[in-house]
């Protein structure tokens, strides 16, 4: 129970972290995707060199996840999200005046560490420790609101390139960053602060003591569920199109489909938040599993039935729009809410690392047999998750 003895005001509390997770997201993930082509144009670097630097910035900010969630179990999160942002905000503008690949190399690591501080893993840990077995809503209705991200992204990047420059486009990202989120932040976090428990969890001295997790199989089973399913969305995504087209896909459908993915995963948010009442956090995990499965299933069958496109395009956004906000509930259900900034960190680090690492492993596979092997390694990646998934269900219900 909060402090105050009363329901969060979401309007105070959540709409605030909302909007800032979604310019947060928009700026510094997003932003990469929707001006790769400018910088390939513009400054004539590989497409290979760019999607590097982005590639590493990934790895860092999975890193330094738990690093960042054992700061906000300590009570430090207000300061530790807005820094993030405001770091993030600058490494933007440096990148504005980038002219060599060695300058975009340390930017993006730069904006590795910002993420660390300021994407989901982060947002949710601050949640959770303040408002404890309610958070499960806050954290739907921001991701909610993230799943536009890629909306905002894209149209923006494109729109000011039009008229100006990619540098343009990077110093409005970094004006959002610094005008728009970090103040929003600060402004949620210290609203958040009044809901906190009476006497919350308190987080372990030791860092050791914090680790003891990585001696659980609970933690092992639950890790390796997500980190399939990261893994399966990061193989598929990147390649949909060329993956589409070989099916037999026509480019105008390819790339509806694509577009498609996006208000699909706000869709399964919006159905999770009309019945999260009455199906369990761990029922709805193992859903996800199997819905990302008949998606790579349904891709795979395209060829012979063009229809299924309709099918994967809803199984793989629902799927993986429901995970996000999965992650952290089963994190907290499973291991407890006591440090759980870094047991939810701990998880990050696979699932963003087989996120960062995907689009290469389907490459390497597509090498060897096609996009074909693709989709029948990605689905049996995510049915492995699924059977993980169950393993834990059984075991916390025995328990």
């Known amino acids: 129970m909060s402090s105050s003895g009363r329901s969060p005001s979401f309007g105070r509390v959540v709409w605030p972290l909302a909007i800032a997770e979604t310019i947060v997201w928009a700026s510094q993930y997003y932003a990469f995707p929707a001006l790769l ?77 910002a993420m660390a501080s300021t994407l989901y893993e982060a947002c949710f840990a601050v949640l959770t420790r303040s408002l404890g077995g309610q958070a499960k809503r806050a954290i739907t209705l921001v991701t909610l609101a993230g799943g536009f991200a890629g909306t905002l992204a894209f149209p923006s990047a494109d729109a000011i390139t039009a008229v100006a420059d990619w540098r343009a486009a990077v110093l409005v990202f970094s004006a959002a960053m610094f005008l728009i989120a970090a103040p929003l932040i600060w402004f949620g976090c210290g609203a958040l602060e009044g809901y906190a428990p009476d006497d919350p969890p308190r987080p372990s001295r030791r860092s050791g003591e914090a680790l003891a997790l990585l001696r659980r199989p609970t933690f092992w089973l639950i890790t390796f569920t997500f980190t399939m399913i990261g893994l399966e969305h990061a193989m598929i995504i990147p390649h949909l199109l060329p993956l589409l087209a070989d099916r037999g896909v026509a480019d105008q459908a390819a790339v509806l489909a694509a577009a498609m993915i996006g ?24 859903t996800c599993c199997l819905a990302v499965s008949a998606a790579a299933a349904s891709a795979y069958g395209i060829a012979s039935l063009p229809g299924l496109i309709v099918a994967f ?12 906000i999965m992650r952290p509930v089963v994190v907290a259900e499973l291991l407890g809410r006591k440090d759980f900034g870094v047991a939810s960190g701990m998880v990050a680090v696979f699932y963003m690392s087989a996120y960062a690492l995907g689009a290469t492993v389907a490459a390497l596979i597509w090498r060897i047999g096609g996009y074909d092997s693709v989709l029948l390694f990605a689905m049996a990646a995510s049915s492995a998750g699924a059977v993980s998934m169950l393993i834990a269900w059984r075991r916390a219900k025995a328990t």
């Open 37 to 113: 082509p400018a910088w390939e144009r513009d400054m004539g670097w590989s497409k290979t060199e760019l999607s590097l630097a982005f590639t590493l910035a990934l790895i860092l900010s999975a890193l330094l996840a738990p690093v960042a969630g054992r700061l906000i179990d300590r009570g430090q999160g207000r300061r530790i999200f807005v820094g993030g942002a405001l770091l993030g905000g600058l490494m933007l503008a440096l990148l504005s005046q980038a002219t060599e690949i060695w300058q975009f190399f340390l930017i993006w690591l730069g904006l590795g560490v």
């Open 313 to 324: 395009v809803i199984l793989q956004g629902a799927g993986i729009g429901v995970t996000s």
């Open 263 to 286: 208000p699909m995963q706000v869709a399964g948010r919006l159905a999770l938040l009309a019945g999260e009442r009455h199906v369990s956090s761990l029922a709805v995990a193992f």
